[in-house]
């Protein structure tokens, strides 16, 4: 096991981990810019290293820095979080060549499912069935065919990274030029890659993801499967375990399915398999995060399992414990991420300081954040604040928890989405897990 393990991220993420890590004896550095040096992460860690100013390809993203601080520090293996550097395999293989295990999967691994063409090129060789669309189109008339054959309405989608970024829905063909153009300069910010590829658009439909872990020794489980239809922008706002729009028959073949992709590509470690789900119950591939999940807990809630302890562990070569049939399903867990927005002008950042802060109890409650009361949110960063988590019985008794605890939940001095959470928990189609991923699009639930 490591003696030593850097976070190379910052907010809930970094909190998490180093609560991991301390409960595992492990010792911990942080890394963080100027701008966060009063973040929570920076005083639980036992070491705290500044690593640039606010900017995050000053400091979040400067491998160079965070290489720098963990050969200083000591530090055996790095923990990426989500986001950020997460799914770099340029990182993930410094670190290999600095003596740092990267605790996640292989490099190899990353460009092989960060590159969603040859993602789903991989996928349909595997048997995995995938979206029909195009290969990658880096010329507009090559595109303007291909979108004649796949058939309007259709997405277009950057070939590299996540996040919602570089995706655009196009309903007619004179439409369609134009939102080229802005998805692969959007892509081309964002992951100095512009390449597009073109995707049929499926609606009504269901975004079902399943949780993998796998080890190094060739072990591959699935721990459930998430429900994370309720989208704002391409972002997941609402997330629950078990997903309420599969039966026990739909559930044993999306596992069969994720599991022949998780082994197609050698997968180790913790990572997710992303499906859309049409009105017939068909499950279609959409990639795969080579990488812990925002929403993780949820999985965490209804298996028992530590996802973040049992990344360390696999990453130390530790092999996992349990077959296939030795993980259960208990219960039903929901996650609402609140973040620091207004959603009355349209969605609207806030920052500033937080003046009162009261965080929710009781049993099968669980709050992730990396917020305080005095805590000053900065205005760099991603605007998720925190993670309201509950866990209960049944969906129906999670959601009448989930109202209780949004309810509960107070923070003043910022803005932020807790109406908006709270409408939607109200709300009927909800209530009946009938929604689909055009959920908050089609309603105003505010």
Known sequence: ???KVLIANRGEVAVRVIRACREMGVSTVAVYSEADSEALHVHLAD????IGPPPVTDSYLNM??????????GAEAIHPGYGLLSENSKFASLCTTCGIAFIGPPPDVIDAMGDKDNARKTMSKADVPVVPG??????INKAKVAAERIGFPLLIKAKAGGGGRGIRQVEKPEDFKNACETASAEAMAAFSDGGLYLEKLISPARHIEVQIMADKHGNVL???????SLQRRNQKVLEESPSPAIN???RERLYHIASRAARAVGYQNAGTIEFLMDENGHFYFMEMNTRLQVEHPVTEMVTG??????QIRVAAGHRLPWKQKDISINGHAMECRINAENPHENYRPSCGKITLLHVPGGPGVRFDSAIYQGYTVPPFYDSMIGKLIVHANTREEAIRKMHSALSELVIEGIEHNLELQLAITRDDEFLLGKYDTSFLTRKKVL
């Not at 195009?134 to 010329?139: A, L, M």
């Not at 399992?305 to 049992?310: A, H, Q, R, S, T």
């Open 305 to 310: 399992i530590d996802i973040v302890k049992w």
């Open 222 to 228: 699935c721990l459930g499967e998430r429900e994370c």
């Open 64 to 73: 160079t820095s965070i290489l720098s601080a963990a050969v200083c520090s």
């Open 1 to 3: 096991m490591f003696g």
């Open 134 to 139: 195009s290969n990658v189109i880096n010329d």
């Open 248 to 250: 026990e028959e739909q």
């Open 47 to 50: 070491e705290s290293i500044c």
